[in-house]
């Protein structure tokens, strides 16, 4: 039996093989002494080529860099970690895991029976510490050699796999000592393919109507576009689906859903999971629309109005009317159109006919407003342009939780590039961790030479609130840029209510919760490279920015603060990132 001078180590080996036997590629751990078995095993494959692992100090930080390898690489990811606070530090990982539907492998270390409910030193109740939020969980009696146990592991792992296709999964680990010894690794383990959550039974057919819309939230994807096509119906899609491309996407939602063809739907077909207005779920609650929810395997389907018809799928009958079409999507995309010309011209660019003028006093015109276009200081509108238009197929772009995301949604273009943010919870946590998840998994599945950047765009509260991750080694050929629009703390809750019937100091300290941050001296703790970025003209400059992992700060001119109580997205705290 391989490691048979340690029960501990022998199980712990088996189980790890028997998870890269059924798919699992990428492992996470965080050091511990109770947790040396599975670390061991870990460090061995990957030495052999089989299993790449991933050491974060932080296990928190751990969680979220497993959330990201998930969701970019769609594979289930291991995670490791020793007994006691070390489990409870995985928590927020794991429920934006179970919110979103990510497949995460929870491996913690404990105690034997023997050593629990006596006070022993670094244990608690780990059995259910996640309560009712996995797909799967096991607490593992403490091996002690029997022939068969290695069999054993290897079963719980392909069905703690199977498990996670649809969420987090558990396995509380006891081992006794001696926690590790020689490991062997099996001569013919061969890496397999992961599990797929099975697809439902429950199809809905649907015909095209003049009177149906398709709302993307995090998570849709391309197939939302695509039903949009099929529907011939206006595509709602947050800068979070992955599904805002297209000539149905409507970019200015929100004003066209309070307006009279907001009024006209009569049918909503939603996929994925929308958090970013309130437009979405107030359409979603009226008595005379039709509501049609497209489930995600193993997550709560989205349902504001509580009637939603939940289904597995859906399948279109027939070709839409091409004049209908025209008029009801057409009548969108035009209205949408229309509002984001009036609400902003876009970037204060110069008129390019005058460069060519006769006269000097012309072109000298020119040249004055092209140099204050590029002194312009920078606003959360150009930041978010300036990394859209920065941001291609091949790279990954993603979103904390903060007012950035929120403006991003209200005025960019349709574009088919990879965007993700943790909105399964909507929380600031781990932003960055996640963004070095995604960046790591992007790299071992790039062709050679077409590794792309992943940018990391988030809030001043939100980079402070995962600063740990910028701790943590990256390859070199891991590009990984971190975007801060730094406005001073929690600006968001200026536009709640409590900013004008609080005492301006108490909100000042407890809500808007500034920091003094000196983020060029963190980025060099971390060994990042550092940028502060004040125009436009840095700004363009540090999109495209050479080095591997670089801290970009942009100080945000606070000319383009948004409407009071009245805006529609101004009531959600849990922003306060940015």
Same mark, same amino acid.
């Given at each position: 039996?391989?490691?048979?001078?340690?029960?501990?180590?022998?199980?712990?080996?088996?189980?790890?093989?028997?998870?890269?036997?059924?798919?699992?590629?990428?492992?996470?751990?965080?050091?511990?002494?109770?947790?040396?078995?599975?670390?061991?095993?870990?460090?061995?494959?990957?030495?052999?080529?089989?299993?790449?692992?991933?050491?974060?100090?932080?296990?928190?930080?751990?969680? +979220?860099?497993?959330?990201?390898?998930?969701?970019?690489? %769609?594979?289930?990811?291991?995670?490791?970690?020793?007994?006691?606070?070390?489990?409870?530090?995985?928590?927020?990982?794991?429920?934006?895991?179970?919110?979103?539907?990510?497949?995460?492998?929870?491996?913690?270390?404990?105690?034997?029976?023997?050593?629990?409910?006596? =006070?022993?030193?670094?244990?608690?109740?780990?059995?259910?510490? +996640?309560?009712?939020?996995?797909?799967?969980?096991?607490?593992?009696?403490?091996?002690?050699?029997?022939?068969?146990?290695?069999?054993?592991?290897?079963?719980?792992?392909? !069905?703690?796999?199977?498990?996670?296709?649809?969420?987090?999964?558990?396995?509380?680990?006891?081992?006794?000592?001696?926690?590790? %010894?020689?490991?062997?690794?099996?001569?013919?383990?061969?890496?397999?393919?992961?599990? !797929?959550?099975?697809?439902?039974?429950?199809?809905?057919?649907?015909?095209?109507?003049?009177?149906?819309?398709?709302?993307?939230?995090?998570?849709?994807?391309?197939?939302?576009?695509?039903?949009?096509?099929?529907?011939?119906?206006?595509?709602?899609?947050?800068?979070?689906?992955?599904?805002?491309?297209?000539?149905?996407?409507?970019?200015?939602?929100?004003?066209?859903?309070?307006?009279?063809?907001?009024?006209?739907?009569?049918?909503?077909?939603?996929?994925?999971?929308?958090?970013?207005?309130?437009?979405?779920?107030?359409?979603?609650?009226? &008595?005379?629309?039709?509501?049609? *929810?497209?489930?995600?395997?193993?997550?709560?389907?989205?349902?504001?109005?509580?009637?939603?018809?939940?289904?597995?799928?859906?399948?279109?009958?027939?070709?839409?009317?091409?004049?209908?079409?025209?008029?009801?999507?057409? =009548?969108?995309?035009?209205?949408?159109?229309?509002?984001?010309?009036?609400?902003?011209?876009?970037?204060?660019?110069?008129?390019?006919?005058?460069?060519?003028?006769?006269?000097?006093?012309?072109?000298?015109?020119?040249?004055? @407003?092209?140099?204050?276009?590029?002194?312009?200081?920078?606003?959360?509108?150009?930041?978010?342009?300036?990394?859209?238009?920065?941001?291609?197929?091949?790279?990954?772009?993603?979103?904390? @939780?903060?007012?950035?995301?929120?403006?991003?949604?209200?005025?960019?273009?349709?574009?088919?590039?990879?965007?993700?943010?943790?909105?399964?919870?909507?929380?600031?946590? =781990?932003?960055?961790?996640?963004?070095?998840?995604?960046?790591?998994?992007?790299?071992?599945?790039?062709?050679?030479?077409?590794?792309?950047?992943?940018? *990391?765009?988030?809030?001043?509260?939100?980079?402070?609130?995962? @600063?740990? @991750?910028?701790?943590?080694?990256?390859?070199?050929?891991?590009?990984?840029?971190?975007?801060?629009?730094?406005?001073?703390?929690?600006?968001? +809750?200026?536009?709640?209510? *409590?900013?004008?019937? &609080?005492?301006?100091?108490?909100?000042?300290?407890?809500?808007?919760?500034?920091?003094?941050?000196?983020?060029?001296?963190?980025?060099?703790?971390?060994?990042?490279?550092?940028?502060?970025?004040?125009?436009?003209?840095?700004?363009?400059?540090?999109?495209?920015?050479?080095?591997?992992?670089?801290?970009?700060?942009?100080?945000?001119?606070?000319?383009?603060?948004?409407?009071?109580?009245?805006?529609?997205?101004?009531?959600?705290?849990?922003?306060? =990132?940015?």
């Amino acid at each position: 039996m391989p490691g048979s001078g340690s029960p501990a180590q022998a199980a712990a080996t088996a189980l790890i093989e028997g998870l890269v036997r059924c798919g699992v590629a990428d492992l996470v751990l965080s050091p511990g002494s109770r947790s040396q078995p599975l670390a061991l095993a870990a460090a061995a494959l990957d030495r052999a080529g089989s299993l790449r692992v991933h050491v974060r100090v932080d296990e928190r930080v751990a969680g +979220f860099t497993a959330l990201g390898l998930a969701v970019e690489s %769609g594979r289930p990811v291991a995670v490791v970690c020793t007994s006691g606070t070390a489990v409870a530090n995985l928590h927020p990982a794991v429920l934006e895991a179970h919110h979103s539907g990510v497949g995460l492998i929870v491996l913690t270390a404990d105690r034997p029976v023997e050593l629990r409910g006596i =006070g022993s030193n670094q244990t608690t109740v780990q059995p259910g510490i +996640f309560g009712d939020v996995l797909r799967a969980d096991w607490d593992v009696a403490a091996p002690v050699g029997d022939p068969g146990e290695a069999e054993e592991a290897a079963g719980l792992a392909e !069905v703690a796999v199977r498990a996670a296709a649809e969420g987090p999964v558990h396995l509380n680990l006891a081992y006794r000592e001696p926690l590790s %010894g020689p490991i062997e690794l099996s001569a013919d383990l061969v890496p397999g393919e992961p599990a !797929v959550a099975e697809p439902g039974s429950g199809i809905l057919d649907l015909e095209p109507d003049d009177a149906t819309v398709v709302i993307a939230g995090t998570g849709a994807g391309p197939l939302a576009e695509e039903l949009a096509v099929q529907l011939g119906a206006p595509l709602i899609a947050e800068v979070t689906s992955e599904a805002r491309f297209g000539r149905h996407m409507v970019a200015a939602y929100r004003e066209v859903l309070r307006g009279p063809h907001g009024e006209a739907v009569g049918r909503a077909i939603v996929l994925g999971h929308p958090t970013l207005s309130r437009e979405v779920p107030a359409l979603l609650q009226r &008595a005379d629309v039709e509501t049609i *929810v497209i489930r995600t395997p193993g997550v709560e389907a989205y349902d504001p109005g509580r009637r939603a018809r939940i289904v597995d799928g859906v399948r279109v009958h027939g070709t839409p009317d091409s004049g209908a079409v025209r008029r009801w999507v057409g =009548g969108w995309v035009a209205m949408s159109r229309a509002v984001l010309e009036s609400q902003d011209p876009g970037d204060p660019a110069p008129d390019l006919s005058l460069a060519v003028g006769t006269e000097r006093g012309v072109r000298a015109a020119f040249a004055k @407003a092209e140099l204050a276009v590029l002194r312009a200081p920078i606003d959360r509108r150009m930041l978010v342009r300036a990394l859209w238009a920065s941001t291609w197929p091949h790279d990954r772009l993603v979103f904390g @939780a903060s007012r950035l995301v929120r403006e991003a949604d209200r005025i960019l273009p349709g574009k088919r590039i990879p965007v993700h943010s943790n909105r399964g919870l909507a929380g600031i946590d =781990g932003t960055v961790s996640t963004g070095a998840g995604i960046a790591l998994a992007a790299r071992a599945s790039a062709e050679p030479g077409r590794v792309g950047t992943t940018r *990391v765009l988030l809030g001043d509260l939100a980079l402070v609130h995962d @600063a740990g @991750a910028l701790l943590a080694p990256l390859p070199d050929d891991v590009r990984l840029h971190v975007v801060v629009g730094n406005d001073g703390g929690g600006t968001i +809750f200026d536009s709640l209510e *409590v900013a004008a019937t &609080a005492d301006p100091d108490d909100f000042a300290r407890v809500m808007r919760t500034p920091v003094a941050v000196d983020f060029a001296a963190l980025a060099a703790a971390g060994g990042w490279a550092y940028r502060r970025v004040t125009t436009r003209a840095e700004l363009d400059d540090a999109m495209t920015a050479p080095e591997a992992h670089v801290l970009i700060e942009v100080p945000l001119h606070d000319a383009d603060a948004e409407p009071p109580a009245a805006d529609p997205e101004a009531a959600e705290p849990e922003a306060a =990132g940015a």
